[in-house]
């Protein structure tokens, strides 16, 4: 029995509707769509360079969504990390961390 190991990246961010377009093919029944969604779920905002231009509304969407096996994945690495941190009179914080490549 094989088990193989997924690992999802998943990115999202703002776009407008002309990007939407071009990330779907320009389909605009499906941007309408998308877009109606995210307006009711209140997942959009006004662009903050020109707030006033309906054009350039961002809306909150998917972006990626990427699947890798980890069985095809280069570097494994293991990451320890040290924190030491100080509250007195002169506050201070120190983060060390050591970075090692795992072999299988």
């Known amino acids: 029995m094989f088990l193989?190991?997924?690992i999802r990246t998943i990115k999202?961010?703002?776009?407008?509707?002309?990007?939407?377009?071009?990330?779907?093919?320009?389909?605009?029944?499906?941007?309408?769509?998308?877009?109606?969604?995210?307006?009711?779920?209140?997942?959009?905002?006004?662009?903050?360079?020109?707030?006033?231009?309906?054009?350039?509304?961002?809306?909150?969407?998917?972006v990626s969504l990427d699947m890798v096996n980890e069985d095809e994945t280069e570097e494994k690495t293991q990451i320890d990390m040290d924190i030491t941190a100080n509250l007195g009179s002169e506050a201070s914080c120190t983060l060390n961390f050591c970075r090692q490549k795992i072999i299988d």
């Open 12 to 62: 999202s961010g703002w776009r407008t509707r002309a990007q939407l377009l071009q990330m779907h093919g320009m389909d605009n029944a499906l941007v309408d769509t998308i877009i109606d969604k995210k307006v009711s779920m209140g997942e959009f905002k006004d662009h903050p360079d020109c707030p006033d231009e309906e054009s350039a509304i961002l809306y909150y969407v998917l």
């Open 4 to 6: 193989f190991l997924f």
